[in-house]
């Protein structure tokens, strides 16, 4: 069965970097989209950032230019750099996945794309 595992997050300094990491597991095809959706205590859900199989970014405007997703395939594994974060990033962010058709290329940070999440990791900027 898919297993989202997240690490990483905590407290940091507005300013400061902290990094996400995702390590996924279970899909059947490589073909898979992996991204990191955030929910902060008065808000919905937001989308941060996916990444396809081939290696296609997308971001959400709030975090363009300050947060870069990667992956490692070999080891199935997503990475989230996050930089000059601020006050308005603290959230739970969660990592997704999920395959196409149910994950449209054109438009992959809805969050109802997805049927598979992790557990959350807390960040806190202040």
């Known amino acids: 069965h898919v297993q989202l595992v997240e690490s990483g997050g905590g407290s940091v300094q507005a300013g400061g970097s902290l990094r996400l990491s995702c390590a996924a597991s279970?899909?059947?095809?490589?073909?898979?989209?992996v991204g990191w959706f955030r929910r902060a205590s008065t808000k919905g859900s937001e989308g941060v950032a996916s990444?396809?199989?081939?290696?296609?970014?997308t971001y959400g405007d709030s975090v363009k230019g300050r947060f870069t997703i990667s992956q490692d395939k070999a080891k199935n594994q997503v990475s989230l750099q996050m930089t000059n974060l601020n006050v308005e990033d603290t959230a739970t962010y969660f990592c997704?996945?999920?395959?196409?058709?149910?994950?449209?290329?054109?438009?992959?940070?809805?969050?109802?794309?997805?049927?598979?999440w992790g557990q959350g990791t807390q960040v806190t900027v202040s």
């Open positions: 997704v996945a999920d395959l196409p058709p149910r994950v449209c290329s054109s438009d992959p940070l809805v969050h109802r794309q997805y049927n598979y």
């Open positions: 279970g899909f059947t095809s490589s073909r898979k989209f």
């Open positions: 990444i396809d199989s081939n290696n296609k970014t």
